[in-house]
Each structure stands twice: as structure tokens, then as C-alpha cells.
């Protein structure tokens, strides 16, 4: 069984800092695209933003909100998927999730809370 577990949220002031950590069953993790989503308050589950997505091969992408401020990355190593996040605005505030393509199937963690206020 595949899973994702994710850590790192909390409450942070606008201009603040996180790192989000995802670790999934270690099986999986070398042949899987991992990606970043966010669910805003308010918003329902089908509503999930992609905010960032990193491949096998370590290339990377992200909305154009979350640009020149979050970073995506995998350490193979660790057999882990991180997300920091610098200069947070309130707009960020959410839960977010790992996701995990692999073997055509898509794989979600249960997600972690992100609130950035003053």
C-alpha cells in the first residue's frame, strides 16, 4: 500500500518561512513525479491548486504565484520530497498535500496545515 506522509506546517507571520517535508513508502520514490497542491479555507477538496511539481529527473515547475519564493526538491538519500517556502503571504494560508504519480495511479497524503498570519 502506497503512502504519503507529510510535516512541517504551522503558523508563520506574513514574510515568514516553512519547510514541508513529504515521505512516501520508499518504494515508490524513485520512480515517481512528486507535486505540491493547496486546499484554500473555504475551498473544497476537488478544488486543490497545484502549486508545484518535481520529476524523476529533478526538473521543476510552479504556478506563477508561488514563483521565485517556494522551492520543490527530492533528496534520494532521505527518499524525501520537501517544499520551502520563503516569503509567505497570507494568500498562502491552506492545507497542503503531497501528491505522487507512479505506475499511472496519482497518491495523496492526508495533508498539513500552512497559516501565515500576523
Known amino acids: 500500500q502506497v503512502q504519503l506522509v507529510e510535516s512541517g506546517g504551522g503558523v508563520v507571520q506574513p514574510g515568514g518561512s516553512l519547510r514541508l517535508s513529504c515521505t512516501p513508502s520508499?518504494?515508490?520514490?524513485?520512480?515517481?513525479?512528486f507535486g505540491w497542491y493547496r486546499q484554500a479555507p473555504g475551498a473544497r477538496l476537488v478544488e486543490r491548486e497545484w502549486?508545484?511539481?518535481?520529476?524523476?529527473?529533478?526538473?521543476?515547475n510552479y504556478i506563477d504565484s508561488v514563483k521565485g519564493r517556494f522551492t520543490i526538491s527530492r533528496d534520494n538519500a532521505k527518499k524525501t520530497v520537501y517544499l520551502q517556502m520563503n516569503n509567505l503571504k497570507p494568500e498562502d494560508t491552506g492545507v497542503y498535500y503531497c501528491?505522487?504519480?507512479?505506475?499511472?495511479?496519482?497518491?495523496w497524503g492526508r495533508g498539513t496545515q500552512v497559516t501565515v498570519a500576523s
Open positions: 502549486v508545484a511539481r518535481i520529476t524523476v529527473g529533478g526538473t521543476t
Open positions: 501528491n505522487a504519480f507512479y505506475d499511472s495511479n496519482f497518491y
Open positions: 520508499p518504494n515508490i520514490f524513485g520512480e515517481s513525479i
